[in-house]
């Protein structure tokens, strides 16, 4: 099974710009780029990163609100919070460096259970198993039941941390799709959910689907942000600048929310600027 995954991802694997490298600031910038925002939008928009901030040191030597205006197009932007936070921590308590183990990494901000695996497995070439949606939908339906961490762990071959893992996602964007093409996919000798005839239920469960954007409070905080980008948004302006003219008090508290994210600070009228 391993051989013939591994020999399936060298012909037919993505070439992604993360690939080629095993920095771990790197592949921790494509990894929390990659989180809710599809590969083909984050390649642009990680290269010019990686120019504009190059090491842990550059990102934290710049002010916040730099960070957040590099993350433009990306959506859910307290990630660009989180990731200046995590170079300020990686500055300050190990050198510069992104630190190589489990719990160093649990303890930068953002960096949860998955994103920590991701850096261990693509950037110090670790065993151990990554899981995100599209890992847990492949290892899921392989055993046939929801995959679980140690499952995962247990899945990689000895010394193949990085060409496995990256295998596997590409499995589960190209051919374990929600709706699977097993005709195409290495694994299906092995596959225990097409040998019980892909029956339901499927092994993988969906998580909680996303709620709508278009006219949720979160298109409101992107419209928000966009204009901080540019420049202050004033108190009096917040209704419409959010897309909800009508709507003030709205308007108001998700402007508390990006205050309370790190991603705004208030004046004294309630004017509201990136931080500094
Ligand atoms: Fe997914 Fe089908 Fe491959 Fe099983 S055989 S891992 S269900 S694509």
Known sequence: MHEALLSWAAERGR?????GTRDPWAVLVSEAMLQQTQVARVVPRYRAFMKRFPTPAACAAAPVADVVRAWAGLGYNRRAVNLHGAAVVAV???????????DALLALPGVGPYTARAVLAFAFAADVGVLDVNGQRVLSRLIGRPVAQPDADALVPPSRGWAWNQAVLDVGATVCRPRPRCDGCPLSPHCAWLAGGLAEPDPWRRGPRQSTFAGSDRQGRGRLVDALRAGPVTRADLAATAGWPGERERAERVAQTLVADGLAVAGPDGDLELPR
């Open 15 to 19: 070439d992604l710009p993360w690939r």
């Open 92 to 102: 300050a308590r190990h050198g510069g460096a992104l630190p190589g183990d489990l």
